[in-house]
Structure formats: C-alpha cells, structure tokens
C-alpha cells in the first residue's frame, strides 16, 4: 500500500526506523531497498533519502556500492555507552536543584507519561522515542549547558543501546514506570536513591552497594 502523506521519503524514514527499533530488522542486516520500492510502487529515490536519514539518527550503516545495513554494537561497545550514560545522568541528577528541577517538571512528566501510553499500545518505536526525550529532559534540568551538548551528541550510541538490548515487553514495561520513581526521587531530594535506581534502569540490574555513582 502506498504511503500517504506530502513527504514519502518522511513515510517511509518513519516505517523504517519503526521497524528497526521493534527489532524487525536486526543488526548487520540489508535494507531491502528493492522490496520497499516495489511494496510502496515508487521509485528508489525516496527509500535512499528516508535511508541516508536513518545513517545520520545512527541506525544504519551507509556501505560501498550504495546498500545500507541496520547498524549494530558489540557487547563491549554497548557496555562502555551504558557506563557513560550512567556517569553523565548520575551527575545531572547531584546538579539538579530544585528550582530547575521544577522548571523542567512540566516536560519530564510529559514525557514519561507519553512513554508509558507507547508502553501501554505496544509501540516499542514511541518509547524508544519518549524514553529519549525523558532523559534529555533531566540532563537538561542539571543546568549544565556542557553536559547537556555532550549527552546530546551520544544520544545516536543510546539509541542503538536501547535496540540492542532487545528487552521483552513485559521487562521494558517495567522499566517504563520506573520513570515516575525517577521523578518522585528527585522532588524528595534523594539523589542516592534516584541514582541507584538509575543504575537500574539503564544497566538492567541492582546497582552494587560498592560501586559510588
């Protein structure tokens, strides 16, 4: 069925990504730009656009000879962008104070809210996308136009974590609502409480008592 919509090279970047952050083209596999234009009856012009997009969002890797396969991480790649993320929102959270904090509540809540509604109709694309947007927020409420930049510009490498830890629905269910915990934490005040959570929330385990965040 062909895409409606001004932009078909936007309809097709949207289907795409979808498909890659559902897990439906996984890692190290071809687009199928052939397939794509045959099933949307249009040229490859649009599919290329909607691709070289999803090269620059990180989600593909461009090749030689103009084919283009989902980008994926190695465990040790995807292990170090998860200990750096933990470092950077950890310090976003001890510069939180609770002016900004209550500047940015509005977006926070937004955010995790429109999370949980993607978590509640399965959209795995939609959360992926909120769950960005949430902790872009909380960086952004530590004030910090420096480590805001420097989150922002690894945010490409944490999406391609959250694609290759491939939770089930069920699991990432429940790290969807830790979200509300995160907020709850910060407005009593208990960073080291909201930090161990975070631990949590990114790693996927019990943050060790010996490790200092």
């Known amino acids: 069925m062909h895409p409606h919509g001004q932009n078909l090279s936007d309809e097709i970047y949207t289907l795409l990504k979808s498909k890659i952050l559902r897990g439906e083209y996984k890692g190290g596999e071809k687009i199928p730009e052939e397939h794509l234009a045959k099933e949307f009856g249009v040229s490859r012009t649009p599919i290329r656009e909607a691709v070289r997009r999803l090269g620059e969002y990180g989600l593909v890797d461009i090749k030689p000879r103009c084919y ?47 999370c949980q509604y993607a978590a509640d109709i399965d959209d795995r694309a939609g959360i992926f996308i909120q769950d960005s947007l949430f902790h872009l927020s909380l960086v952004k409420a530590s004030d910090n136009i420096t480590l805001y930049n420097v989150y922002e510009r690894l945010e490409i490498k944490i999406q391609q974590l959250r694609v290759n830890q491939n939770l089930y629905s069920p699991e990432l269910k429940d790290y969807i609502k830790q979200h509300g915990t995160i907020m709850s934490l910060l407005k009593e005040g208990k960073k080291q409480e909201c930090k161990n959570l975070m631990y949590e929330h990114i790693i996927h385990e019990t943050c060790p008592e010996d490790l200092k965040l």
Request: charged share 30%; aromatic share 0%; net charge negative.
């Open 68 to 114: 283009a396969v989902v980008s994926s991480i190695s465990e040790k790649e995807a292990a170090d962008i998860a200990r750096v993320r933990i470092d950077l929102e950890c310090l976003a959270i001890d510069l939180i104070t609770p002016k900004n904090l209550e500047a940015n509540l509005k977006d926070l809540a937004r955010h995790a809210a429109e």
